[in-house]
């Protein structure tokens, strides 16, 4: 696992587990038992120091090569797990270099770590939509309870509507600078600032 820069994952390609390693240049593909490698593919930029981690849907892996030249691949994996990959298409403006993607319904969404917001269609690789949202951006985005969190490092943290336009539902102030991932279980999420961890309880509006 030496060539390996950003946090693998293991996913199924022909019914067959895969560990999905980014690293400069090369995506590799790992057999996580034997640690064998299976595949390499070389995605032809200047790519180091990965940091988002891949997203896989439908056996189509979408990768971010983060520094210098900041690309995001979509690369179609199998039919089987020896076979290598290949690059279905690419995307090359205001791509985040530390956010890793989020892949909803049909769409791939991107928060780029200058405050940009991208809504690409998944298959073609064509934006829907792009839009400003200030602040720069470390932590990657979740869906939970069918809406976008994402924070920045100014301390907000933006709830957005998943679409064909950028919907912001309301966007809350920690006053704090957010740096990590957001989690959600069950009615709460979770937010961790560089001060303190919050835990914020959906209530029934009933009550």
Same mark, same amino acid.
């Given at each position: 696992m030496k060539k390996s820069y950003g946090t693998p *994952?293991? @996913? $199924?390609?022909?019914?067959?587990?895969?560990? *999905? $390693? %980014?690293?400069?240049?090369?995506? &590799?593909? &790992?057999? +996580?038992?034997?640690? !064998? /490698?299976?595949?390499?593919?070389k995605y032809g930029i200047l790519g180091f120091s990965i940091v988002p981690r891949p997203v896989v849907v439908d056996e189509v892996a979408y990768i971010s090569? $983060?520094?210098?030249?900041? /690309? *995001? *691949?979509?690369?179609?994996?199998? %039919? @089987? /797990?020896?076979?290598? +990959?290949?690059i279905l298409w690419r995307y090359k403006r205001s791509v985040p270099r530390m956010p890793s993607p989020l892949l909803v319904g049909d769409a791939v969404y991107l928060f780029s770590d200058k405050g940009i917001a991208t809504c690409l269609d998944k298959v073609t690789g064509e934006a829907r939509w792009t839009g400003r949202l200030g602040g720069s951006f470390s932590s990657s985005p979740i869906l939970a309870d069918g809406k976008i969190y994402v924070g920045n490092r100014e301390g907000e943290m933006f709830v957005i509507k998943p679409g064909n336009e950028l919907d912001i539902l309301t966007k809350n102030d920690f006053e704090e600078a957010i740096m990590a991932s957001p989690a959600?279980?069950? !009615? $709460?999420? &979770?937010?961790?600032?560089?001060?303190?961890? &919050?835990r914020i309880e959906k209530t029934d509006a009933k009550q």
């Amino acid at each position: 696992m030496k060539k390996s820069y950003g946090t693998p *994952l293991v @996913t $199924s390609v022909g019914g067959r587990d895969v560990l *999905l $390693s %980014p690293a400069s240049d090369w995506l &590799y593909g &790992y057999d +996580p038992k034997t640690g !064998n /490698e299976l595949w390499k593919v070389k995605y032809g930029i200047l790519g180091f120091s990965i940091v988002p981690r891949p997203v896989v849907v439908d056996e189509v892996a979408y990768i971010s090569t $983060s520094f210098m030249k900041t /690309e *995001l *691949l979509a690369l179609q994996l199998g %039919p @089987t /797990e020896t076979t290598q +990959p290949q690059i279905l298409w690419r995307y090359k403006r205001s791509v985040p270099r530390m956010p890793s993607p989020l892949l909803v319904g049909d769409a791939v969404y991107l928060f780029s770590d200058k405050g940009i917001a991208t809504c690409l269609d998944k298959v073609t690789g064509e934006a829907r939509w792009t839009g400003r949202l200030g602040g720069s951006f470390s932590s990657s985005p979740i869906l939970a309870d069918g809406k976008i969190y994402v924070g920045n490092r100014e301390g907000e943290m933006f709830v957005i509507k998943p679409g064909n336009e950028l919907d912001i539902l309301t966007k809350n102030d920690f006053e704090e600078a957010i740096m990590a991932s957001p989690a959600a279980i069950d !009615n $709460s999420l &979770y937010v961790r600032t560089d001060k303190a961890m &919050y835990r914020i309880e959906k209530t029934d509006a009933k009550q």
